[in-house]
């Protein structure tokens, strides 16, 4: 495994934070409402980028690559709504498999979130230039 490409380096994160990061329980915690599931992406940036880490204010795009072309990350007047919808889909779908004690949703659920936080890039990773 190439060692460069694994941030290692420790950093301090607040207890309230950890506690999100931690567990089943803290992970449904965090779909209950917007503040905890913002907290929770934020924590998880933090720990990606080993800095402090906040959702983004202003709009992004890629860098334009050889053709001069760009993507344009969704709007930050869009942004909370499309977060909010994101975490009650997978709160939902969670719940379902919770209650039936059923797993048929799990793959669905996290091709859905991967795609909903790609799109919606909700945190500054210091590459992006503002638009």
Same mark, same amino acid.
């Given at each position: 495994? @190439? ?10 994160? $607040?207890?309230?934070?950890? =506690? ?8 449904? $915690? ?23 880490? =906040?959702?983004? %204010?202003?709009?992004?795009? %890629?860098?334009?690559?050889? @053709? ?6 969704? @709007?930050?007047? %869009? ?9 009650? +889909?997978? &709160?939902?779908?969670?719940?379902? &498999? ?6 048929? &949703? ?14 919606? +890039?909700?945190?500054? @990773? ?6």
């Amino acid at each position: 495994m @190439d060692h460069d490409l694994v941030n290692t380096k420790k950093i301090n994160i $607040q207890p309230e934070r950890l =506690a999100i990061l931690s567990g089943r329980r803290g992970f449904r $915690q965090a779909l209950e409402n917007d503040d905890d599931f913002n907290l929770l992406l934020t924590s998880i940036g933090t720990n990606i980028l080993c800095k402090e880490t =906040a959702s983004r %204010t202003t709009n992004i795009s %890629t860098v334009p690559g050889r @053709d001069e072309t760009s993507t344009v990350f969704l @709007d930050i007047e %869009t942004l909370p709504a499309a977060l909010r919808k994101l975490r009650k +889909h997978i &709160n939902i779908n969670i719940n379902i &498999n919770i209650n039936i004690n059923i797993q048929r &949703n799990e793959l669905f659920t996290a091709i859905v979130a991967n795609v909903m936080l790609t799109h919606c +890039h909700p945190l500054p @990773d210091g590459e992006s230039p503002q638009v």
